[in-house]
């Protein structure tokens, strides 16, 4: 019996000890997925550094702050050939004009995540990867819901499918939206959906996968006094898991349980 406490407590001790709790998607996937967490940018670029030069490849950052400590950040790689990178910019225009200049060196973004300083002021965090063929891109900064799904009926209509929804909440204001956009000529369609409520949320989830129309981005943000949530579903017929408000080791659990009876690897982590 005590060799059995002792051993769930190197376990408890060898997991990050993080308060912040989080949502995750699984998806079908035969490569090798590892999510690490690291508290400082340039201890988190050094770490992904590391993780590259083992041939892995960044596929998804997230970032938090808890009370005075170091930003934290969470990436999840992918073994993969390619090339990958993550970059900051301080600003909109700053962001746009890093992203014009990986997409001459042949980079197609994949992520994107962003942080508020201040009431004026957002860092924001690019993750590109470099393929045989890049993909055509677009990525807007939104003030509104009404303007992201007006954007994204427009951007349908010209074959870019939304990717990802970054929100950005803003001290003692309504939030904005940095959303992803791929083109692609292939008759597969992405859907934008905004919930005012999780019970909501989860009906309109299950519909979707019931209709074989997968989960492959999930957020939720603040308006006012209340949570709402932002997801974009792609029609397609596999298998998947979607959890949320679970804390780090959990959502470090369900990985490798899921990979172990299921074959189901993490693709997208978002910060609750």
């Known amino acids: 019996m005590l060799k059995t406490f002792f051993a769930a407590l190197l376990v408890a001790l060898a997991l990050p000890t993080l308060a912040q709790n989080f949502s995750a998607i699984y998806q079908p996937s035969d490569s090798e997925v590892r999510t690490v967490t690291k508290a400082g940018w340039e201890a988190f670029l050094a770490e992904t550094n590391s993780l590259t030069a083992d041939g892995f490849r960044l596929t998804d950052v997230e970032t938090f702050k ?36 990986k997409v001459k060196e042949g980079f197609t ?7 508020t300083l201040n009431e004026s002021d957002v ?3 690019g993750v590109w ?3 045989d063929s890049p993909t055509i891109h677009k990525v807007w900064l939104l003030d509104s819901r009404q303007i992201v799904e007006k954007k994204t009926e427009d951007m349908a209509k010209a ?35 905004f919930s005012d409520s999780m019970e909501d949320f989860q009906k309109e989830y299950e519909e979707r996968k019931s209709s074989k129309v997968e989960l492959i981005d999930f957020d ?17 017929a596999y298998e998947s898991v979607f959890v949320t408000d679970q804390p780090f080791d959990a959502i470090q659990a369900k990985s490798d349980s899921l990979a172990e009876y299921l074959g189901l690897k993490l693709v997208n982590l978002s910060v609750d």
């Open 123 to 125: 860092n924001f965090y």
């Open 159 to 193: 074959r870019f499918k939304i990717k990802r929804v970054h929100v950005i909440d803003v001290p003692n204001g309504e939030p904005s939206f940095v959303v992803l956009y791929h083109f692609s000529p292939i008759d597969r369609f992405n859907f934008l959906c």
């Open 66 to 101: 808890e009370g005075g400590d170091d930003r934290n950040f969470v990436g999840t790689y992918t073994k993969s050939p390619l090339e990958g990178v993550v970059e900051m910019a301080e600003g909109w225009a700053a962001f746009i004009k890093l992203k014009r200049k």
């Open 129 to 131: 990867a470099k393929e």
């Open 220 to 236: 939720r943000f603040r308006t006012g006094n209340s949570t709402r949530y932002v997801a974009v579903f792609q029609d397609g």
């Open 109 to 115: 973004m994949i992520d994107v995540a962003a942080v």
